[in-house]
């Protein structure tokens, strides 16, 4: 018998104007799987995201993340320990990329000298020079630099999971392919359980 890290119950999520976003599913993915999520658009895989991470509630059903229930667990350490890439990137633009990095690490009470060690590791992971990019911003970079920096920060606080919604979506197509590669290569390396959403039914 599979065990589940995310796991759903007859989840469904219907907003207060009586849109249904998803329909009550049972789902799950097991350790070290990566899950692609794949649909049109207003499919409900965002809001599936959402709910997993605790950002929103499901009308029906339960969510359970290491076999238990989600709404009995602590929003904020869930989160920390749930590596999330919103579609934006979600970097604070008015943060240096170490700082937008070493958010999660700095919340969870890891010393300077922790913190800087991996930054460092996880600039290198993501194939960016942390020596020309550790003081710059967001708007300083290219997409594709602030794609990788965005995956980097989810897996700054080693979680036991990452959620990634449309990670590449926004990238030109050159881009989209380098990083689609390299995302591949990094989900070997780390072996985490990854769930992906993605419009792209050749590549992850």
Same mark, same amino acid.
């Given at each position: 018998m599979t065990a589940w890290v995310l796991e759903t119950h007859q989840v469904s999520k219907q907003f207060p104007d009586g849109t249904l976003g !998803? @329909? =009550?599913i049972d789902w799950g993915v097991g350790e070290g799987e990566t899950m692609a999520l794949i649909g049109e658009s207003g499919a409900g895989k965002t809001t599936l995201l959402r709910l997993l991470n605790r950002l929103d509630e499901p009308t029906t059903g339960t969510i359970f993340i290491q076999g238990q229930p989600a709404r009995d667990q602590d929003p904020i350490r869930l989160r920390r320990n749930m590596g999330y890439v919103p579609q934006d990137g979600g970097l604070f633009p008015h943060?240096? #990329?170490q700082r937008n990095m070493c958010l999660? =690490? @700095?919340l969870l009470g890891w010393s300077s000298h922790e913190q800087e060690k991996q930054f460092q590791h996880l600039m290198q992971l993501v194939n !960016?020079?942390?020596s020309h990019l550790a003081e710059r911003y967001p708007i300083e970079l290219? &997409? &594709?630099q602030r794609q990788r920096?965005?995956?980097?920060r989810a897996l700054a606080a080693n979680p036991v999971m990452v959620l990634l919604d449309e990670p590449f979506g926004a990238l030109d197509p050159l881009t989209r392919q380098e990083l689609q590669d390299q995302f591949l290569t990094l989900k070997r390396y780390i072996q985490k +359980?990854?769930?992906? #959403? +993605? @419009?792209d039914l050749g590549r992850p």
């Open positions: !998803l @329909h =009550p943060w240096t #990329i999660v =690490p @700095h !960016l020079d942390s290219s &997409g &594709g920096v965005a995956v980097a +359980t990854m769930v992906v #959403i +993605t @419009h």
